[in-house]
């Protein structure tokens, strides 16, 4: 048996202060905090759905106070953040190939917004 102690590194609180790119990450990991809060309203509301229509006008009057308005509201400049992050990535991470030649990344990254245009575009006209 050793004597040595094992060289544990310090680690500050603030550590991902230091670097923008680790600030980066923070930032788009924080836009989880209103996400969350956008689906326990969200959650309530679908059970002030089932308890009845007065139950459902409270959760309505609830969801039109001006604070939880600015939650919704960074909850979905966090959510297109987190989108346009992630759709960035994409071709880094799963390159795509038609006919043996590399399609270029922009193209990708176009395509995944088209197709969120399109999804909502079709969601919007059912409800």
């Known amino acids: 048996m050793s004597n040595r102690k094992p060289y544990v590194r310090e ?4 550590w991902w202060k230091d670097h923008p790119f680790y ?7 924080a836009t989880v905090l209103p996400l969350i809060l956008f689906t326990i309203f969200l959650t309530f509301g679908l059970a002030s759905l089932v308890k009845g229509p007065e139950a459902w006008q409270g959760w309505l009057d609830f969801m039109a106070n001006p604070i939880v308005i600015a939650i919704n509201i960074v909850a979905l400049a966090g959510s297109l953040f987190h989108a346009q ?14 006919k043996g030649k590399p399609v270029e990344k922009k193209t990708i990254v176009l395509a995944q917004w088209a197709a969120v245009a399109a999804i909502s575009l079709v969601v919007l006209i059912i409800v």
């Open 85 to 98: 992050t992630f759709f960035s990535m994409m071709p880094q991470v799963m390159p795509i190939k038609l």
């Open 23 to 29: 600030r980066f990450y923070m930032l788009r990991e």
């Open 11 to 14: 680690m500050k609180r603030t």
